[in-house]
């Protein structure tokens, strides 16, 4: 609004011609209007200046209003949200979707673990039965081998073999008992041929000298010759035990050993009994009466071996 000024009143001319007769009136009392109006002038604030993006002056400099540029900022900012949007909107459903289909594999991932652990527990319950029919079935056949080698025995109760005698070609039964009775000789066991019920010589390869098994007539015909065989070498010195040389061989001198006989169900544990004693530091391993025996040193209770189960119990630490 453009500022009016307006004129004073005017002064009646009585007060003028007043004014100037007044002899007294000096020119310091004109001073103090002068200040007051310079005063008035000092305290009146200064105009503020018009900014150039005032709508006046925006009139004058842009051919768009401001309200316009406004506008058209929002405008462009609202696009750019809309893209946003609708990428962050696309990316949702892709995530959704994949969330789907995780889900879904989760699931059959459970079912199949479900069938895994149903096969499992089935498979458990018949290995736990056929477990269970092994051992019966191990029990069973083990009982059937000691009873197999009672018979054994019970056939056999009087037999004993002579070991490392010299193998010869187309011998008769005849000269197999002449070693025998030769043997019994040389012990002092004193048995003739009436006593011997049969004698031969067992399979196998013939550039081996393959043990000579004696059949008695009566269990203490046999004993009595395996005590005699015990007492000759007893206090002789090696090489002058029982020998080739007692029942007549010339050239080298070999062992002769007279022992029990062992049915062939009994061999290979008499085998490995025998490894087992070197190995353990047992001193005695033995078998009589159909029965294998194990002894640590003199004075020990003896052990009887009835199977490898027996030997493999005995390599367990006493606890």
Not at 76 to 105: C, F, G, P, Y
Not at 233 to 252: Q, S
Not at 253 to 258: A, E, F, G, R, T
Request: glycine letters at 2%; a positive charge; one cysteine or more.
């Amino acid at each position: 609004m453009p500022r009016v000024q307006r004129s004073p009143p005017t002064t009646p001319l009585t007060e003028i011609h007043r004014a100037r007769s007044s002899p007294d009136m000096t020119d310091s009392q004109k001073e103090p209007e002068t200040d007051f109006i310079n005063r008035n002038a000092r305290n009146q604030p200064s105009k503020r200046l018009r900014p150039d993006f005032s709508p006046e002056n925006a009139a004058d400099h842009s051919p768009q209003s401001f309200e316009e540029k406004i506008m058209n900022m929002l405008t462009a900012w609202k696009k750019e949200q809309d893209t946003m949007l609708k990428s962050l909107s696309s990316d949702i459903l892709e995530v959704k979707q994949q969330n789907r289909e995780i889900q879904k594999i989760n699931i059959e991932i459970e079912k199949s673990i479900e069938n895994i652990n149903l096969e499992y527990e089935s498979m458990r319950q018949l290995i736990g039965k056929l477990e269970k029919d092994r051992a019966e079935q191990c029990s069973y056949i083990a009982e059937l081998e000691r009873r197999v080698l009672d018979l054994e025995n019970s056939c056999r109760p009087a037999t004993i073999e002579i070991r490392n005698v010299p193998f010869k070609e187309a011998e008769t039964s005849s000269e197999l008992t002449s070693i025998v009775i030769k043997t019994c000789t040389a012990i002092q066991a004193g048995v003739n041929e009436s006593q011997i019920r049969d004698v031969y010589r067992l399979p196998g390869k013939k550039e081996l000298n393959r043990p000579i098994v004696v059949e008695f007539l009566t269990v203490p015909v046999k004993d009595k010759v395996l005590g005699a065989s015990r007492a000759f070498n007893k206090d002789r010195a090696t090489a002058d035990k029982l020998n080739t040389g007692h029942i007549g061989y010339t050239g080298i001198q070999k062992p002769i050993y007279v022992a029990e006989h062992l049915p062939t169900s009994m061999r290979k544990l008499f085998y490995e009994a025998r490894n087992f004693a070197n190995t353990n530091t047992y001193k005695f391993c033995w078998f009589q009466n159909g029965k294998i025996f194990l002894r640590k040193k003199e004075g020990d209770k003896s052990v009887v071996v009835s199977s490898m189960s027996s030997l493999k119990e005995l390599q367990k630490p006493l606890i």
